[in-house]
């Protein structure tokens, strides 16, 4: 089951980001990751008092309930990135820091997760996936300096998809994920805080301006983005600790950039040959990482 809800992951993370990035061009960062989070908070509340979910006798460390401050970079990140580069451009340097970041969580062991072989085997996948991210990007670098923004966009969701998914084996996936959005709020709440008294023009320094931003956005945008968070982060919490992080993250993109062009080509009027064609050329690498990563794992037959 795991293998088909990673790449749904994939396709409501894309959603997310593009209904994210302009509910904040509507009314501001702060702004909107403060709703979208009292808006997920608020679902997955709803879920727990449907669904009960009992927690395990271990009290978890502290650091797995950070998921959601993290995620609060990653919001922030990705409006950055999505709001000023072409979707499947900051896809491409996404995924480049996301697979970097699966390669290193394999070999490490990151955060108590299993380990996973990973030598200089890897490498001809990680040149496959990377031309496949110069083939989508083309010539198109006029927006390069958003770059580091959207690497990191693609390295800090994986890093809260692996501390969410710790956290979920503790303590249940929607409390989890409750504890995700309570954290994340409260990270924001500071965050509107500080900028309140440093920013006159912040629309949270006025009720009305920000309930009118609100009105204007209209509900698809100010609940879209909490609703399908709190789906595709229970979904993540599911499917991400039976997975290797390197299989996750080709999973995970695979309906990532499907959806992209899709979204793209329904925006555009057209279907980007040259996009598509990279998408499969990134994943035909990440399929040679994961093929060589299987091997090593299962060690020379006798």
């Not at 702004?31 to 395990?56: F, I, K, M, N």
Request: glycine letters at 12%; one cysteine or more.
């Amino acid at each position: 089951m795991q293998y088909a809800l990673a790449p749904l992951a994939g396709v409501l993370i894309t959603v997310m980001n593009a209904v994210n990035s302009r509910f904040s061009f509507a009314v501001g960062n702060l702004p909107s990751s403060l709703v979208v989070h009292l808006v997920g908070l608020t679902a997955a509340c709803a879920v727990l008092a449907a669904r009960p979910e009992r927690r395990g006798p271990e009290r978890p460390p502290l650091y797995l309930y950070s998921g959601g401050i993290v995620g609060v970079g990653t919001i922030v990140c990705c409006n950055i990135a999505y709001g000023n580069m072409d979707m499947q451009l900051a896809v491409a340097f996404a995924l480049l820091g996301q697979t970097v970041f699966a390669v290193f969580v394999d070999a490490t062991g990151f955060l108590g997760r299993k380990k996973y072989p990973v030598g200089i085997g890897t490498l001809p996948g990680l040149a496959l996936a990377l031309t496949g991210i110069a083939v989508i990007s083309g010539s198109d670098f006029g927006t390069a300096r958003y770059a580091p923004v959207a690497v990191l966009a693609g390295i800090l969701p994986a890093l809260s998809f692996i501390l969410n998914s710790r956290l979920a084996e503790r303590i249940g996936i929607f409390r989890s994920t409750r504890a995700n959005y309570v954290t994340g709020l409260s990270a924001t709440l500071v965050a509107a805080a500080l900028s309140s008294f440093t920013d006159s023009a912040s629309p949270l320094r006025s009720p009305l301006v920000f309930l009118g931003g609100l009105i204007a956005a209209g509900p698809v945008l100010v609940l879209g983005g909490g609703l399908l968070g709190v789906i595709m982060i229970g979904t993540v919490n599911f499917a991400f600790p039976r997975l290797p992080a390197l299989y996750a993250t080709l999973l995970i993109f695979s309906g990532q950039a499907l959806a992209g062009v899709a979204l793209d080509s329904a925006l555009g009027g057209s279907l980007d040959v040259r996009q598509l064609a990279g998408i499969v050329i990134v994943l035909a690498g990440l399929t040679l990482n994961a093929a060589v990563a299987d091997t090593r794992a299962r060690g020379p037959r006798s």
